[in-house]
């Protein structure tokens, strides 16, 4: 598909001035600090051991640096924080969102995109009727959805290459080509 997503992120809430969350600690893993990790985008591939990080919870925002990142298959990754070295320690990060610096982001191939770049993006049809804004993209595992919003109206758009023609991050607008139905 043309237009991909590599790291993802969820409803503009979740982005945080130059901070992009891209998951959330999900509890320990053993005796020593790691942690479990589940990653918004299970394909991606930014985390790697000597980056800092930025861990949001109850007690605010706290950087720490990983030490190791390992796979944990479909249940997320195991990671180790050079700070955490105990289970209690690690056991307090659980619920935490995990933030990264935005320009520490591979950079997107051509054709594709990051969920957080088309937040808030206008949604025009090709003849120029304005639907609304992105406010959210629902990963599906098929294809990704984007949440279309105007008040209280909510259109629904998958990200296929039939319908979403262009996505132009400077100018803030998607224009697609609604399917019979879509509009209804």
């Not at 589940?38 to 925002?61: C, H, K, Q, W, Y």
């Amino acid at each position: 598909m043309p237009l991909a997503d590599r790291t993802s992120t969820r409803p503009a809430h979740e982005i945080s001035g130059e901070y992009v969350r891209i998951g959330v600690i999900t509890g320990t893993h053993g005796l020593k600090g790691a942690v479990r990790f589940r990653p918004d985008n299970v394909d991606s591939t930014a985390l790697e051991p000597g980056m800092r990080v930025i861990l949001e919870g109850p007690r605010g925002r706290e950087t720490h640096r990983i030490v190791e990142v390992t796979s944990l298959g479909h249940r997320g990754l195991r990671i180790v924080f050079a700070d955490v070295c105990e289970a209690d320690a690690s056991a307090a990060l659980k619920g935490c969102a995990l933030l990264m610096d935005a320009k520490d982001l591979p950079a997107p191939e051509p054709g594709e995109f990051y969920h957080f770049q088309a937040l808030g993006c206008e949604v025009v049809t090709l003849d120029g009727r304005r639907l609304g804004n992105v406010a959210e993209i629902l990963p599906t595992g098929a294809n990704d959805v984007m949440v279309v919003r105007d008040g209280a109206r909510e259109i629904l758009v998958p990200v296929i290459a039939d319908v979403v023609q262009s996505i132009d991050l400077e100018a803030r607008r998607v224009t697609i080509d609604p399917i019979p139905g879509l509009l209804d």
